[in-house]
């Protein structure tokens, strides 16, 4: 196994926070802040409607954007979605999809989230497909099965190449915006299970190269030490992605390991 293959990706995941005016304020002083960062990616997923605001404030910067959904036909009659071509059209240029608050608070099912993967990645969207267990299933000591079905489910009919922008992020329920994180060893263990996965599907040389992410009450802490195990290529933020400086200390981790 070589981490160095893969570039660290630290991902925000502002939820729904943020109007257009806050989202500019809040680039204003993240972007000088991670302007000498050059090894690692960084990707803010805003709401929708501050996607314009953030492409045009990050414009020429070493932060790109993303949206937190994105729906699997091409147009029509499904009112409050918002089509793969639409965030082309506006320089979006990824996506979360699978997020387990979509899955828990809007229905949606490892099929959907499937869909949805493949519509972005048909677009030429890097994909941030998200998996992750309840309290009950890790419990129950069904974290590796829930996880790799997740996984196995999401990436149906996903070719080859399409893999080159595939992230996967795992993001225990029980940690998300909880304060509890998944242990280093927890996190490890789980990521280098979803790599075996695509391994047995794809191969060595793509499992070797897909950023894997942990996400759950990752912050300026506990960031280190979970980004420097082995299958751990970066985190998807949700709270501390809203405060820049904290933010910025998670990004100069991933950009520090190796
Ligand atoms: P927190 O970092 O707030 O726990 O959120 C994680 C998350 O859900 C990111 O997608």
Redesign the pocket.
Known sequence: MNKSLRKPLIVG?W?MNKTPHECVELLDELIPMVAEVDRTDIIVCVPYVDLCAAVEKTRGTNIKVGAQNVHSAPKGSFTGEISAEMLLEIGAKSV?VG???RRTYFGETNETVNLRARAALDAGLKTII?VGETLAERDADTTEEVVGFQTKIALQSVSAEQMANVVI?Y?PVW????GR?ATTAQAQEVCAKIRSIIRKIYGEYISEHTNILY?????AANCADLLNEPDIDGG??????LKPVDFTVIVKAADDVN
């Open positions: 995941n939820k979360i997020h387990s608050e998200c992020a993001e940690a998300i915006g909880t994180n996400g759950g009450s990752m912050n998807l933020i949700g709270g501390a992605s």
